[in-house]
């Protein structure tokens, strides 16, 4: 049994790292593919939803977020406590199985709860790798090593998503549960080879010393909370972009297939711009990075309410990308400084606090937006954008305040 303040000893290969990222890969790959086509598969149509159908694909797709944050900090407590690849391969595992049997029915009760059960096993999953990432990442390189983490878990998502858009394009409605079979068979096989490629290496096995009454006290830390509450609104936005971003896209005069494209060009670009912007976070400085990445944040944010109101327009479309390329900056910066928070014995605890706040964001952006759509229309929409925008502005004022707890104060040096 290792000790908790023991460096973990490099493996040949440096095979963890890259059995945590095929992992993350395979993982969001299937995430995202089921995601593209979950708001249609519950109400079985894919065009034209209606009101009520938006508001119950949202309740439905929040069961998700409300099992990983209700659950996910006991996720990272069992794996600082016994390790972390019994509890990331476990919720691969459960998410295959839960893919699966959604394929067999759109009861929406059922699906409700494969969602709520499957939120669960998500939450396992991420505490789980980002405490890999960060033991095995030296300081120096860990704003790189997070940011090709970022890269194959966003890239992950955006294919997935690119690819459930285009088959939601090509399938019909009553064909849609073999989406949710591929998601499963992603899943298994990315276990596989996650499997294969850690056989062999050496594992942080947990420790007997765990005290989860002193870990919760420095997780909720206030240098903790500034770097994660940003993602709290960033994911209000995400969340709901992810669910109904193609009935949207459909509003405006753009097919399922277009928008599939431009998001799997989107995805790839993630490849190169997540680890540079990583080796940035370690030269410069995670503060700085964060900051550039919440100003683009904002920026997609107004561009998107432009492009809503006044559709396909060059300078919008122009704004709206120099901000979502400035927005990925945020991603890398903020994981490595939350790593650089933390110690190894209490690291997936803390990590933890990052996937329930994203969960919580989705589900809170979920509710707040299809709330105000159903009730306003697109006015709706541009109110919840400036609300999360608002948010995220006085929360980066909050955390550049606090420079002593959180900035670098010169290059190469880490987020303290």
Do not use: K
């Not at 605890?349 to 589900?363: A, E, K, P, V």
């Amino acid at each position: 049994m290792p000790s908790p303040a023991a460096p973990l000893t490099p493996t040949p290969g440096r095979r963890p790292l890259l059995a945590v990222l095929v992992a993350t890969f395979f993982v969001r790959l299937g995430f995202g593919l089921t995601l593209a086509v979950f708001a249609s598969y519950i109400v079985g149509r894919s065009t034209g939803l209606e009101g009520s159908d938006v508001g119950a694909a949202g309740l439905i797709s929040a069961m998700a977020p409300v099992g990983e944050f209700s659950t996910v900090l006991l996720s990272g407590a069992l794996a600082d406590r016994y390790g972390r690849w019994p509890i990331l391969f476990s919720g691969m595992a459960a998410a295959a199985i839960l893919f699966a049997v959604a394929a067999t029915t759109r009861d929406r009760f059922a699906l409700g709860a494969i969602n709520l059960v499957f939120g669960i096993a998500s939450g396992a999953i991420l505490a789980a790798s980002l405490a890999v990432v960060g033991d095995r990442a030296d300081e120096s390189r860990r704003g790189y090593e997070m940011g090709r983490f970022d890269a194959m878990n966003l890239f992950g998502w955006v294919g997935g998503f690119a690819l459930g858009f285009g088959l939601l394009g090509i399938l019909p409605n009553d064909r849609l549960g073999l989406v949710f079979a591929g998601g499963s068979v992603a899943l298994a096989a990315g276990l596989a080879l996650t499997a294969g490629l850690l056989r062999g290496a050496r594992t942080y096995h947990g420790t007997q010393s765990y005290n989860l009454r002193n870990v919760l006290r420095n997780v909720f830390r206030r240098s903790v909370l500034l770097v994660t509450l940003p993602w709290l609104v960033i994911y209000m936005l995400i969340g709901t972009a992810l669910v109904f971003l193609g009935t949207a896209a459909q509003g405006i005069g753009i097919s399922t297939t277009s928008l599939a494209l431009v998001i799997g060009g989107g995805g790839a670009i993630l490849v190169v711009t997540q680890p540079y912007y990583g080796g940035l976070a370690d030269r410069f400085g995670r503060n700085r990075l964060m900051t550039i990445g919440a100003t683009g944040f904002v920026g997609t944010m107004v561009f998107a309410s432009l492009l809503l109101a006044y559709g396909v327009e060059d300078l919008v479309l122009i704004g709206l990308g120099v901000s979502v390329i400035m927005a990925l900056a945020y991603g890398p910066a903020a994981l490595a400084a939350l790593a650089d928070l933390t110690f190894e014995m209490s690291r997936a605890t803390t990590m933890s606090i990052y996937s329930l706040t994203i969960s919580l964001g989705m589900l809170v952006g979920l509710i707040a937006s299809t709330g105000l759509y159903s009730r306003y229309g697109n006015p709706g929409i541009y109110l919840f954008f400036g609300l999360v925008s608002t948010g995220l502005i006085l929360l980066t004022v909050a955390r550049l305040r606090e420079d002593v707890a959180i900035a670098s104060v010169a290059p190469t040096t880490p987020a303290r």
